[in-house]
Every structure is written in C-alpha cells, then in structure tokens.
C-alpha cells in the first residue's frame, strides 16, 4: 500500500536530488550507495543489465557509446537513442533516473511512494514540462506538480524568513541549464516577478571547453586527433569535471592521463596544467552569456541592481569563481551561501509537496510563465494571448475573424516564443475550427482562450461567438508520447523495477561476501594458532571457494557459499570463546593465561553479523 507522502524531486541534467519533509523542515534522502545526490546517468550493458547512477557513471569510460547522460537537454524533442535497437526516448531515459530515485526513498523510508513534486528549469516550455511530467509517469509516480527549479530555490531559502519582506534573485546554473528568477517574499507570499534562462548553459559546456581545449594540446604535441575516440573522449569528460571543480579552490590543476591512445609509436600519454586564468579565458564567452537573461529579468521586473535584497546561488556552476565574480561585480553586493547549490531545489521541491499536503500552512507560490503564448495570425505573425512572466494559474482570451469570405473553418496554430514572426518561434499544437456558418470575411468572431495550469502545462481552446461551435485541446506537443505509449513504457519501467532489485539484491550479497571474507581472514591471523586445526581448514575452505565465486561474479554461488562461511567463521567464534585451543598449558598462571577479548562493557565481545564474532 501506497503512503501518503510527497516528494520532492531536482531531476537534474548531471545529478538528481530527491527530499522530503520530517517534522516541518525538508531533509535529503540518501541513494542506495550512500551519497545525497544521484548521477543523472544511464547504461546499458553488452548483457542486457541497465545501470543508473553512480554504477552507470563508473563505467562510462569503458562503455561510452552505450552510456547515456545529459539526456535532460533533450526532454520534449523527438531525439532517440538507440541501443541493441531499441529506441529510447528522453523521457523514458528520464524514467529510470526517477525509478531509481524511487526505489532508493522507499528503501529509505521502508515504505511505498507514489507521489512527487518534480522540478524544472524555469525557462522550460510547454512541450519540456509535458516531457517532465510523461517521465514521472511512466516511473509510477503521480506528479501533482511542476515546480520551477529557482521558484524551489526560493522556498528553500525562505521558509524560515516568512516574517520577512525581501526581493531575491536566484541564480541557477546547474549542468545543463541556467535560469535567473526574482521573487518577492512577503509574508509567507512567494510572488515570481520575471522569469528567464538558456536550456542550453550549463557546467557541461565549461566541461566541453575543457576537453576541446585538451583535444588541441594533445593533437598540437602528438599530432593525434581525439575528437571521434569515443573512450578517450569518455575520460577527457571525467578529467574535465574534476578540473573544473579543483579549480573552484586551486590555482591551477595538474592533468596527468596515461595511455590515453596509442600510434605505431607506441602509448601516447597526456601530460598538462590547467591554470585558473587560463580557464577563466576559455570559459569567458559562457560566463558573459548569463548576463543576458539576468539583465533581462531585471528588466522585466521593472527593477534596477540595487533592489534586489538577496542573492541566491543555486546549481554547482556558481562555485566557479568567475561566476561569482561576475555576480559580485554587477550587484556591487555579496551573494548569499546560506542554501547547498546542489541540494537547494529539492528542498524546496520537497516544501511545495508538503504545501500541496496541507502539512504546511500560510505559504502561498505565485509563479509566473517563462515564455509567451499566442496563435499565427495573417501574414505568418504571431499574436500574444497571455504576455511571459503572467502569475499562473492564468487565463486569457482574445477575439479573431476569417480572412476570406465564406470560410467556414479556421485553423488555429498555437506557439510559445517572443519572436513576432510564427515561424521563429516554438509550435504547441495545431487544431481546426469547423461548421462556422459562411459569412463575408471579418465578419465572424472567433474566441480563442488559453488557461495555463498550475504546472505552466496548456489549454487551449476556440469558440465561433455566433454559433457557440467550439473546440479546445490540451496541449500535445508533436513529438510526444500518447497515452498508449505512456501505458507501454509503464509496463516496461515495472518490469525493469523487478530486474533493478534483483540487481540491488546481488550487490548487497557481493558487499556482503566481500566483508565476510575479510572478517575471515582477520580472524584467521589473529586468532588461528589458538584453536583446533580443523575449524581454522573449514573457514579457509569456504573462504576460498567465496573468493574463486566472487572471481566468476555467480550471484546465486555467492550468496549460497557467503552462507557456507558465515556458519564457519560461526564455528571458529565459537571455538575461540569456548577456549577450544590446540595446545593446553601445563600450568595456568596469571602471566601465561590467554583471556577471552572484552567489550568496552566489560561483556564478551559480540559478533556484528548474527552470533559471528567480531574480534578486531
């Protein structure tokens, strides 16, 4: 059964963040492996196993043409990618992600979730949203909500100032996306003002910059071209992430890539330094392209610089000194640091979950659309219904007529963009109007209404005044996935979901395996002189043959032979307590007697797995 619980998810280009809230305050929920984000990666195997996250990740290198990342820069487009010839959609790749961090909740809180807030960039259009929420759904989970990512940043930062009156700037520059949003936080009011952003600037293009930057030092000294080796672009990429990171507190970061290709001269090898002046030259252009959307939010809010109260930094690029540089100099001003860059939006994900709970009360979010929407009217121009930056949920409708005489249909052609030419900007939908009664052209009046949910997800529909024929349309963008299609992925994604735990099980029997036999063999050094020959030769039996299993990866022998040892290594705890030894002093006296290991208690030491001793 279902809990009632909500969660919060950052599904991020580079990393995913899932939180939710305990006793009033939003708190991280911890992956399978420990760790508090989760890579956005996905692999497939030559053996048909699918890996997402830090497993997907590891073997990038090894495994480039079939590991997938960034896949969020692709959501609401009709790329694929294909692997063993299946074809795979951004949103199902994105489903995996969200299976997994799913799966790792329920793992974490012992019980079934069903019900999420996911995050997106805020300059994410009608067809991404949609994309995100398709996602969410083929992972078996109801997405109640599409929040946008600084609008969470926000609430993150501000739940514990609702007595506060304040106008904050997030700046969110994760790994593939950008977003600059103002707030007005006024009593528990979290009014977006203006919205703007570029899906496509993100860490992964200073990573690019980096690898581009290493391909020509490495062609200018060994005359080889990297650029279509996938493995050595593979590791470049890696190389390039922790760069760019240590140049966040370092001077300068030392490359050193051994083997990284080879010629009929043998193993060529990558020798470099990468200085932070260097680097800030290489990533200058990138750095410069944020400060068109900042300064068009400003513009928008109708603000100047010195209005803003606070400054927010959310995603890991604001760690790159430049970047806060810039930001230091344009306001004249510090930013704030009280939120984690890398945790803020699910926090804040996880604040709106409990909002749409009723869990917590006297916080009301106004956010606002990205982009305008309108229809294609005469001479290919694009006419705004509802302006960007409009509070939502909103509505808004306007009058239009036929242009010719007699025309007894109309077709309505529904864009999202800020370019007065149609063409220029994105289509949503195309639908038609019939039956309107012949009549001379201009004559007709035909409504056509936009209702733009909570979510920023579109309505649209048209009605013939003087006939009261109508027609609306939720949104589908062109390159979506049906109903059907969504039902199929399900079905897929559960099936996976069983495969997945089959796949957590055999790697927490191989961790397992793997202490077992290092326990073993501590125990055996420590204490293998002191007892009878024969229980030392059991464990070192069963130890070898855990050993020769976890060499051949046989998930079914590891675990039925790990089973073998623990009853062994049972048997020696057993024998070393019970004073079984192998030679029996003559005389005890104080100086030559061997006492039984304490706990600090002063109790005999217990065995941490089931009654086998612990004897470090």
């Known amino acids: 059964m279902s809990s009632d619980r909500i969660i919060g998810i950052d599904l991020g280009t580079t990393n995913s963040c899932v939180a939710i809230m305990e006793v009033g305050k939003p708190v991280i929920i911890e992956n399978f492996e420990g760790a508090r984000t989760t890579p956005s990666v996905v692999a497939f195997t030559r053996a048909g196993e699918r890996l997402v996250g830090q497993v997907g990740k590891r073997q990038a290198v090894t495994n480039p043409a079939r590991t997938i990342q960034s896949i969020k820069r692709e959501m609401g487009t009709n790329y694929r990618v294909t692997i063993d010839g299946a074809s795979h959609s951004p949103e199902q790749i994105s489903a995996m992600i969200l299976q997994k961090l799913k799966a790792d909740t329920e793992a974490y809180l012992g019980e079934k979730i069903s019900r999420a807030v996911i995050t997106v960039p805020a300059y994410f259009n009608d067809s991404q949203r949609q994309a995100t929420r398709d996602a969410g759904q083929i992972a078996g989970l109801d997405v109640l909500r599409i929040i946008n990512e600084p609008t969470a940043s926000a609430l993150a930062y501000g739940l514990n100032r609702l007595d506060e009156h304040a106008t904050v700037l997030i700046f969110d520059l994760g790994g593939g996306t ?4 103002i707030l007005e936080i006024t009593d528990g009011v979290f009014e977006v003002k203006a919205t703007s952003g570029n899906n496509r600037l993100g860490g992964d293009d200073f990573d ?12 200018a000294s060994t005359g080889i071209d990297l650029s279509d080796d996938l493995m050595a672009i593979q590791r470049l990429k890696e190389t390039a992430e922790k760069t760019k990171i240590e140049l966040s507190t370092a001077m300068s970061s030392e490359i050193h890539l051994p083997f990284l290709t080879a010629d009929d001269g043998g193993p060529k ?4 330094v990468l200085s932070r002046t260097k680097f800030n030259e290489l990533t200058a252009h990138l750095v410069e392209a944020t400060l068109d959307p900042l300064r068009q939010a400003l513009d928008d809010a109708g603000l100047h610089n010195d209005k803003i109260d606070h400054i ?29 860059p890398d945790e803020a939006v699910a926090l804040g994900a996880a604040i709106q979950a409990s909002i749409l709970a009723g869990d917590v009360q006297d916080v009301l979010l106004l956010d606002v659309i990205p982009l305008s929407l309108g229809i294609e009217t005469a001479g290919g121009l694009f006419t705004r219904v509802i302006e960007r930056n409009t509070t939502i949920p909103t509505s808004g409708t306007m009058p239009f007529t036929t242009t010719e005489d007699g025309q007894t249909s109309v077709e309505v052609h529904v864009l999202q963009g800020e370019r007065e030419i149609a063409a220029h900007n994105k289509s949503l939908a195309k639908f038609h109007l019939a039956g309107i009664p012949a009549a001379p052209r201009g004559v007709p009046k035909i409504e056509v209404t936009f209702d733009i949910d909570a979510d920023g997800i579109v ?3 048209a009605r013939d005044y003087g006939s009261g024929i109508k027609h609306s349309v939720t ?10 299609e969504v039902e199929v ?8 979901a069983d495969a997945d735990k089959v796949l957590r099980e055999q790697i927490t029997n191989r961790v397992h395996a793997e202490a077992l036999c290092a326990e073993a063999e501590r125990t055996v050094q420590k204490y293998g002189e002191r007892v009878e020959k024969s229980f030392v030769d059991k464990v ?20 039925q032979l790990s089973a073998g040892l623990d009853v062994s290594l049972l048997d020696l705890g057993r024998a070393i307590h019970s004073g079984n030894r192998s030679v029996q002093p003559k005389k005890k006296t104080v100086e030559d007697s061997q006492p039984i290991e304490l706990g600090e208690s002063g109790q005999q030491a217990k065995g941490s797995n089931k009654e086998t001793a612990n004897f470090d």
């Not at 690019?208 to 062609?219: K, Y």
């Not at 992925?489 to 996976?496: N, T």
């Open 178 to 181: 950008f977003d600059v949003s």
């Open 208 to 219: 690019q910059s980096i690898i581009d930057w290493m391909v020509s030092e490495f062609n």
């Open 269 to 272: 090898h990558l020798e470099t």
């Open 312 to 340: 927010i930094l959310v995603g890991g690029s604001t760690r790159i000194p430049a970047v806060q540089d810039t930001i230091r100099r344009y306001f004249g001003k510090e930013p704030s640091k009280s939120v984690n």
């Open 459 to 461: 309505h649209c529909s």
């Open 475 to 484: 949104i589908q963008r062109s390159t979506g996935l049906s109903p059907e």
């Open 489 to 496: 992925f399900q079905k897929e994604a559960a099936e996976f």
């Open 540 to 559: 070192m039996r069963a130890l070898d043959l855990v050993k020769e299993a976890l060499a051949s990866d046989n998930p079914d022998e590891i675990k």
